[in-house]
């Protein structure tokens, strides 16, 4: 198992080389802009931009500016470690904000996935007990709205209704949890819910078929015979097949929203790095692009590894070698 | 159509009863008649081979005396009598009371039958605990001295191991154990060898022959295989379409069967000690549950078919002590027909 995971952990180091390796040539060699005028402004002179060019080493080749950038990364650069570089379009160094806006969108991945565990799991596990009765078809019509409405229009409505039209919660914005811890959570209530919705009805499609799978398996009829509650069957036998498969799912899901929720950070106007990047890719800057894309996929690549860790524990039918 | 039936009894007192028992499902194609008026009575000590083709009712009438299809699922009549009680009007926590510890139950293939996550020495802990307060540590000992007893080598490191960590011979050994950990008065075997290789198949009914010396339970051994059930049972119900259609002791249901169906069944088994040109299958398939055959369910299969067969459905009747038919054919034409023409060998 050990070794597994150091080899597993050398894989991840390669994804990460060859993640930056691509990002990197796709900013640097083939720009959306020059970086030197998103630096500068469109209105200086070639002299100025060619000093800019020397400054940041554009002029050179595409090698060693690769390497510089690996460097800075693994040695870190004058702002600290990892070096991250410098915002062309803030003209600030992008570690502390990445760091800052990671915090915002680490709040609002933890407390959606928690959101969706909590609403989704319950929802199938009942819909499956009860299949075919009001309730699963409630709680089915319910999975089959949070799949299809979209997350944008989902969090203007919660927005207009709860906000605009009832004041049951505060608008748009984030508040420190220093500042008000109970601000803090009136203001994280909506991005959470309207976040946690898609996943919520996702997983309570899963774990209903997952669930009724499990209850016609022979080895329920086998625990039913041994006399066990239909309370502890249902606890210890079938929730535990039927829930296992949900870790799998809930890492790469989980992963995916650390590279940034873009579309509820935008509705919901919270700093994180979703939004950050998307604007970054608009004004072509390229090094947060770049910074938030290794992130990105750091996370996912650890997660994975992770998860697998975990999931040998959950089944052990699962062996690696 | 309740017909009271005297069985020869090994050790005079009765343990199980059934009377009249109907197990109905409202499917949307319409009513399944899976069981549809059983009735039998098990002695205490007592090996019932119950043969049938799939889909004759033989597993859904003992999946409903162990409890494992209520009232929920099915539409139950009748009555089920295990030790002076009828367990079909039981409060479902009584039921499960009795469930593992009075009767238990094995099932066809037991690698699908035991939790895949669990420990297999776990598992019988659990069967321990759902029936006793013990402590896990005592439950442990116990459930290892179970599969020693039903001969796997090792078992204090086999306890520990997964069921996929066990072949098939060695997991029905391990589910036997699971079954008998709590010494139930009966042991309803339901197709325990069908899954298993042929060379095992005889060494788990041999340790349930052993077993139920050691434990004096009683056994019910469900099978579709007549040979099986010639070695190892006393009694032998045969099942066709949800009904009882013979009933008699292994002699009588061997050597002096009263049944077509029965004719049939013992037709098809391959023989190696005779010689035997081709094997005689019953000609057509099991008849739909949900619209039976109209007289005797069996007539539209039966060679000696004649003119009430199907219009008037045969009763079980007593025509010798202790053997039982339902079949509109004459005592004297079934022991004619029986001798000419069904060929079973000694």
């Known amino acids: ?321 | 159509m309740t017909v009271e039936i005297t069985s020869p009894e090994p050790d005079g007192d009765t343990l199980l009863s059934v009377r009249d028992l109907k197990v109905h499902f409202d499917t949307s194609d319409g009513v399944v008649k899976a069981v549809d008026g059983v009735s039998f009575d098990l002695a205490k000590g007592e090996t019932l081979g119950v043969v049938g083709e799939s889909g004759s009712g033989k597993s859904v009438s003992f999946m409903t005396i162990m409890g494992l299809i209520t009232r929920k699922q099915a539409h139950i009549e009748g009555e089920v009598v295990f030790r002076g009680q009828n367990v079909l009007d039981m409060p479902a926590d009584e039921m499960r009371s009795i469930r593992g510890s009075g009767m238990a139950m094995i099932f066809q293939d037991p690698i699908s039958s035991l939790h895949p996550l669990y420990k297999v020495g776990w598992q019988i802990v659990e069967a321990i605990q759902a029936h006793e307060e013990v402590e896990k540590k005592v439950a442990w000992e116990r459930a290892v001295e179970a599969l020693e007893r039903v001969g796997i080598p090792n078992a204090p490191q086999r306890a520990r191991q997964y069921p996929h960590e066990f072949s098939g011979g060695m997991l029905q050994r391990a589910m036997i154990a699971m079954a008998l950990v709590l010494n139930p008065d009966l042991l309803i075997a339901d197709e325990p060898t069908t899954a298993l290789d042929v060379t095992v198949q005889a060494q788990i009914l041999s340790l349930i022959d052993r077993l139920q010396q050691e434990f004096r339970m009683a056994v019910v051994l469900v099978t579709h295989d007549l040979g099986v059930i010639a070695e190892h049972a006393d009694n032998v119900n045969v099942m066709y379409a949800g009904k009882l259609v013979e009933r008699g002791n292994r002699d009588q249901t061997y050597y002096d069967s009263h049944h077509p169906y029965t004719w049939g069944l013992l037709q098809s088994i391959s023989r190696l000690d005779e010689k035997q040109e081709r094997l005689r299958p019953i000609k057509g398939g099991p008849p739909s549950l949900i619209n039976v055959p109209k007289g005797c369910s069996f007539h539209p299969r039966c060679p000696y078919r004649f003119d009430p067969c199907d219009k008037v459905v045969p009763e079980l009747v007593e025509e010798e002590f202790g053997h039982s038919s339902a079949c509109h054919l004459s005592i004297e034409e079934k022991k004619r027909i029986f001798a000419s023409e069904v060929v079973v060998s000694s």
């Open chain 1, 1 to 321: 198992m050990l070794r597994y995971i150091v080899r597993r952990l050398m894989w991840v180091g390669l994804v990460v080389i060859i993640i930056t390796m691509l990002t990197f040539l796709i900013f640097y060699v083939i720009p959306p802009t020059d970086p030197a005028i998103s630096f500068a402004g469109k209105n200086q002179g070639p002299e100025v931009l060619a000093l800019i060019r020397k400054r940041f080493g554009l002029d050179q080749p595409v090698y060693v500016q690769y390497g510089r950038f690996v460097k800075h990364l693994f040695l870190g650069d004058e702002y600290g470690w990892p070096g991250f570089g410098f915002s062309y379009a803030s003209q600030s160094p992008i570690r502390g904000e990445l760091f800052k806006r990671l915090g915002i969108t680490l709040q609002l991945a933890v407390g959606g996935a928690i959101a969706w565990l909590i609403i989704g799991i319950p929802i199938g596990i009942v819909s499956a007990l009860k299949r075919r009765s009001l309730t699963d078809r409630a709680a089915m019509g319910f999975a089959l709205f949070g799949v299809s409405a979209p997350v944008f229009w989902l969090g203007l409505m919660a927005l207009y209704i709860f906000w605009y039209r009832l004041h049951l919660l505060p608008g748009t914005g984030y508040i420190g949890f220093g500042v008000s811890p109970w601000q803090w959570f009136t203001h994280w209530i909506m991005p959470w819910l309207v976040l946690a919705l898609l996943f919520a009805a996702f997983y309570a499609r899963m774990v209903r078929g997952n669930m009724i799978e499990a209850m016609s398996e022979d080895y329920i009829r086998t625990a039913r015979a041994k006399g066990l509650s239909e309370r502890r069957v249902i606890t210890r036998h079938a929730m535990r097949s039927s829930l296992t498969p949900v870790v799998t799912m809930f890492g790469l899901d989980f992963g995916g929203l650390i590279g940034g929720a873009i579309v509820t950070e935008s509705v919901f106007n919270l700093r994180g790095l979703g939004s950050w990047v998307v604007d970054a890719v608009f004004s072509g800057d390229i090094p947060i692009v770049i910074a938030v894309t290794m992130f990105g996929a750091i996370t996912i690549t650890l997660l994975n590894l992770f998860v697998d860790v975990i999931y040998a524990f959950l089944d052990p039918r699962v062996r690696y070698s």
